[in-house]
Every structure is written in C-alpha cells, then in structure tokens.
C-alpha cells in the first residue's frame, strides 16, 4: 500500500503552502479561530483613531477618552481537496507520487486563501487608474502611493504584488534599475523567491494569480500596508486518510478552514486600467 502517515504529509502541504502564498505572505496572520464553525461570522477588530491632543490649562484636568473599535466581520469558510493515490503509481511512477501530491494540495490551498484576501483588498477605497492595461509607468505609481497622504514610509509598507506582464515595465523604470538614483535598491529586476525588486525601497512581488483580469484583459496590482489585510484559520491543513484496498489506492482528503478580511481601509491601494 502507499506508505503515506497522516503528520508527515500535512506537514509536507503545510510546506508547500507556505512557499506559495503571495498576498496572505503579504497579510497580519491574526491567530487560531476558537469557539466557532464554518458558516458563523468572525470579528475583525479595526480600532478608530482617537481625537486631537489638546492644549492644557494649569489645574484643568483631561478629559479621558476611550478607545474604540469599529468591528467588521467575516465569515469562517472550509474548502478542501482529495486525492487518490494509486499504489502501484507510488511505485513506478517517474517520481514521487505522495509528494507531487502534497505540493498540488499546497499550491491550491494558497491560491485560494490568496483569492480571497485580494478579493478583500478589491474592496477598498483606495484605488488608482492607469493608461495601458498592461503596463505601469513610475509615474503612475507614485499617483497610486500618493493616495496614502504623508503616510508614505517605506518601512509602512508590506509589498506591492504585480503580475508578471508588467515585469517590462519595471525595466524600463530608471528609477527602479538606474543606480545613480538614490533610492534605487541594487539587484532590482534579479527575481529570487518571487522578489522582483524595491520601488522606492517598497519591495515588489510577482504574483500571476489574482493579478489579472481576463474580462477585462487587465493587469491589477495591490499596494498593501502592513496589517492592512488580516486572516484567521481554524487549525493548520487538516489531513484524513481512505483506504480503498479493493482499488490498491489511498484517497488523501485535506481541507482548511479560515476568514479573511480588510481590517485597515486605508492600507491598500487597487491599481488598474477600469475602476468600477
């Protein structure tokens, strides 16, 4: 039979999971979901911004003012995937079967948490427009990062996830390859681990998933802050087994259960050629 142990191979996805996740890598991972069930609704807290510091009087006390939060929910969902392992596949197969498994699992369990939260971030207010469908200029870059006011500190930033066509684009940026630019980082365009470069020393993730529409035949890039975007899983991957011996085959039943949610309005910026 296909010598396949329940741990090992979750730990496997749990691996190749985190090594494709691109806009959750960019997300706050907010903890364990505790007390609930797929279906119920999960807070997200977002807190409000204080009033103005106040000028003080001699022997005129401070009227205290509270802390607040303004709660934004999300609902907890399950998906899952199963997989049938064929022993005789495990064995002669060019490779090995368990583990092409456990990383296709891993690769559409990203994909999916990665959806969701772009589909979160499409919510925002904060979106910036662009001439070519298919191309970015660093013009029309800094337009987008301008919408977050003086609040434009690089260290503030998460990333900002492009698709690969704009790749070009980013090339022919001087002020993303030129070094006599002083904010240009050494190595922009040498793509390691999905890492294209640093924009204003803002680093920018290729991303190939969520990150084009093909309605619209369009790029759509996200600038995200940190914390902007925020998830919450029940448990890590969960793996079950289903021996059929009359097949010769192990079924592999993985499922994740998890919320997402924009939890800062102002902490992403949508980028594209149509803004609805």
Not at 43 to 67: D, R, S, V
Not at 113 to 130: G, I, P
Not at 161 to 187: C, I, Q, R
Request: hydrophobic share 40%; charged share 25%.
């Amino acid at each position: 039979m296909a010598l396949i142990v329940p741990d090992i191979y979750a730990g496997l996805v749990r691996e190749k999971f985190e090594g494709k996740i691109k806009i959750a890598a960019l997300s706050a991972e907010l903890g364990f979901l505790k007390n609930t069930t797929v279906g119920s609704k999960v807070i997200f807290p977002k807190w409000e911004l204080i009033g103005e510091a106040e000028e003080m009087e001699k022997g005129t006390p401070l009227e205290p003012e509270a802390l607040s939060q303004d709660s934004t929910y999300a609902t907890i969902k399950q998906v899952g995937k199963a997989v049938t392992v064929y022993d005789i596949d495990n064995i002669t197969a060019l490779g090995n079967a368990i583990d092409e498994s456990a990383t296709q699992m891993g690769i559409i369990f990203a994909r999916k948490l990665d959806a969701d939260l772009a589909a979160e971030a499409l919510t925002s207010d904060l979106k910036s427009t662009v001439t070519d469908a298919t191309k970015i200029t660093n013009l029309e870059l800094n337009t987008a990062l301008n919408l977050f006011g003086d609040e434009q500190d690089a260290d503030d930033f998460a990333g900002i996830v492009v698709n690969s066509l704009l790749v070009p684009s980013f090339f022919a940026m001087d002020e993303f390859v030129d070094k006599n630019k002083t904010y240009t980082t050494d190595g922009s365009g040498i793509i390691r681990n999905g890492l294209l470069g640093y924009f204003r020393n803002i680093p920018i993730y290729l991303a190939d998933h969520q990150t084009y529409d093909s309605t619209g035949k369009e790029c759509i890039s996200y600038i995200i802050k940190k914390n902007a975007l925020g998830y919450m899983t029940k448990r890590d991957i969960n793996i079950e087994l289903e021996r059929m011996p009359k097949l010769k085959a192990t079924d592999v039943v993985g499922d994740f259960i998890y919320a997402c949610k924009l939890i800062n309005d102002a902490g992403v910026c949508v980028v594209r050629k149509t803004i609805a």
